[in-house]
């Protein structure tokens, strides 16, 4: 299942790392992240070398459905209460800036990629909540984001209240990422394997640079750092109908509650193509499918004539408290970063996360890095998302085998017991979101290599390390 983003751009292949490098900075994963963090630290005159473990934009950032807002749900009342009014603010400031740092670019390089300014709006069709979406939009007033309360929307139905933020954008990630990533040395199939002190190794060369930019969705790296403790994987589903028939849609929209689907429109070959999202769950838990169905049967009570045109799915990691952790991988080795755990928001977090990261590698302060630091957590605090995590273990490693039909074994990631996505036909694991083709082929990490590829290493997964007293 592909993307309409990879339906409609191809981008070009680039070759293997065959040989050893030198650079000021290496950066892991050309998705979004990765490409905007090494594009900004490019322009300020650095030698940057990125590694794709497979092509360009194969992860998140080509199943995205691509807004870039800083409207990420019920999070605006909740930081406040949380963390306070300054570190509230940091993330409004760092999300509202990473649009006009897009605007900056696109202007700059002259990229054409349907890059279009629009409200984004928050709906509930639930009588109820309608006080929680008051809350939300005086905390993001109060925080400096254009937000208002309306009535007034673009939907096939009611709603008994929306938050509307002005002056958002949505854009093709391809279109962009085609051209940006064409001015940046990056290198394709070229799956880092090994980390020793600065030097990144591949099967085939090595880089050694001044600094490490993990950017690769969620970090395999067990020991520093303790990500598989700090966010899980969640999946969504996304159904493209053509609604040529019906009025553009200039808004994008996400609900919240039992209704909460998600909207936007874009322009493809001629037609007026609705990505309509919904139907999230923990990876590993969806064995008996029907997400795609009940897009189907949404676009065709709301758009009736409606056709599907494509569909797929993304997976995000969510972490504990709704906030990216983009700054230092850990304290323990200060050249290493990271970002990860953008939530359902990658397209805003990677160009915060690119801003922070770009700073820090320069030597320089960035006014909101604070509240992203993901050494905002001791260790303790992780305990609650650990047993989690560990209670889905036992509860995969209890079932009855699979048949010899199916795909038996565990994720060589830290030996969990996978589930079959009957959806998109794929084992899953449920404890750190690790995802296989039915053949067993890796789709996504934090594994590192498939179910039948290198058999001794798929048998003996990496073991749990002991967790250090904070």
Request: contains cysteine.
């Amino acid at each position: 299942m592909e993307s309409v983003w990879k339906k409609t751009v191809e981008l070009p292949h680039r070759e293997k790392l065959e040989k050893s490098l030198h650079a000021d900075a290496v950066v892991v994963g050309a998705g979004m992240a990765g490409v905007l963090t090494a594009y900004l630290l490019q322009e300020q005159g650095m030698d940057v070398v990125v590694l794709e473990a497979g092509r360009m934009a194969s992860g998140q950032t080509g199943n995205t459905t691509a807004k870039i807002t800083s409207q990420h749900g019920l999070v605006y009342a909740y930081l406040i209460e949380k963390f306070g009014r300054e570190k509230a603010g940091m993330y409004a400031h760092a999300n509202q800036h990473a649009i006009e740092a897009y605007a900056r670019i696109i202007e700059k390089e002259k990229i054409n990629c349907q890059f279009q300014r629009c409200p984004a709006y928050l709906y509930t069709r639930e009588e109820g909540r309608k006080v929680e979406l008051e809350q939300e939009a005086e905390a993001a007033k109060s925080l400096g984001i254009p937000a208002s309360i309306t009535l007034e929307t673009e939907l096939p139905f009611k709603v008994e209240g929306a938050v509307r933020f002005e002056r958002q954008a949505k854009f093709h990630p391809l279109e962009f990422l085609r051209n940006v990533g064409g001015k940046l040395n990056i290198f394709e199939e070229s799956r880092v394997v090994r980390l020793k002190d600065n030097c990144v190794y591949t099967e085939h060369g090595m880089v050694e640079g001044q600094h490490v930019v993990f950017a690769c969705h969620y970090p395999w790296q067990v020991v520093p750092g303790y990500y598989f403790l700090r966010m899980h994987q969640e999946r969504s589903y996304v159904s493209a109908l053509d609604i040529s028939e019906w009025e553009p849609m200039e808004g994008m929209y996400l609900g919240i509650g039992k209704e909460g689907f998600s909207f936007r429109t874009m322009e493809a070959d001629g037609s007026r193509i609705l990505l309509l999202g919904g139907g999230s769950h923990r990876t590993g838990e969806n064995s008996s499918g029907g997400k795609y169905r009940m897009l189907q049967k949404k676009g065709e009570e709301w758009f009736p004539g409606s056709r599907e045109v494509a569909r797929w799915s993304a997976q995000d990691c969510m972490p504990m408290d709704k906030i990216p952790y983009i700054g230092y991988f850990s304290s323990e080795i200060p050249n290493w970063y990271v970002a990860t755990g953008f939530g359902k928001w990658g397209m805003s977090s990677s160009m915060a996360a690119a801003s922070i990261i770009s700073d820090m590698v320069l030597g320089r302060e960035h006014a909101d890095e604070e509240v992203f630091a993901p050494q905002r957590f001791p260790v303790s605090a992780l305990s609650k998302n650990f047993t989690e995590n560990a209670v889905q273990a036992v509860k995969g490693l209890s079932k009855q085998a699979m048949s010899m039909e199916e795909f038996p074994g565990k994720c060589p990631h830290m030996g969990c017991k996978l589930e079959k996505n009957a959806d998109d036909h794929t084992w899953e694991c449920p404890c750190h979101g690790s995802c296989f083709t039915a053949e067993g082929e890796l789709v996504s990490g934090p594994a590192q290599h498939g179910l039948t590829a290198d058999k001794d290493k798929a048998d003996k997964p990496v073991s749990a390390p002991e967790i250090p007293e904070p």
